[in-house]
């Protein structure tokens, strides 16, 4: 098992910043892939980031690509998500995803490809 838990959400204006992270705990040694996804109300969950636990590879959302920023620390088990130039249209609940299964070495970007999630963190832009 591994549990996760969001922090960093808030509301902010358009062109602001805001930071996420994610703490991981648990059997976080059978973690090869976190990402981030995103769920507006009436939308389905979204992809938006993934870094590749022990190689540090990423990988965007073409949505998010040179705004958001997703990194790690190993030593604290804990993937952030710094989120620059935001838009009203990124104001949505976050969540954060751990993949345990095979990793066959590809972007994950499916929700059903991740095993782990959290609570979620809202995140709500201003026009």
């Known amino acids: 098992q591994v549990q996760l838990v969001e922090s960093g959400g808030g509301l902010v204006q358009a062109g602001g910043s805001l930071r996420l992270s994610c703490a991981a705990s648990?059997?976080?040694?059978?973690?090869?892939?976190m990402g981030w996804f995103r769920q507006a109300p009436g939308k389905e969950r979204d992809f938006v980031a993934t870094?590749?636990?022990?190689?540090?590879?990423?990988f965007y959302a073409d949505s998010v690509k040179g705004r958001f920023t997703i990194s790690r620390d190993g030593a604290e088990n804990t993937v952030f998500l710094q989120m620059n130039s935001l838009k009203p249209e990124d104001t949505a609940v976050y969540f954060c995803?751990?993949?345990?299964?095979?990793?066959?070495?590809?972007?994950?970007?499916?929700?059903?490809?991740?095993?782990?999630w959290g609570q979620g963190t809202q995140v709500t832009v201003s026009s």
């Open positions: 995803a751990a993949r345990t299964r095979f990793d066959y070495g590809i972007n994950y970007q499916r929700f059903n490809e991740y095993d782990y």
């Open positions: 648990g059997r976080t040694f059978t973690t090869y892939t």
């Open positions: 870094i590749r636990w022990s190689t540090g590879r990423i």
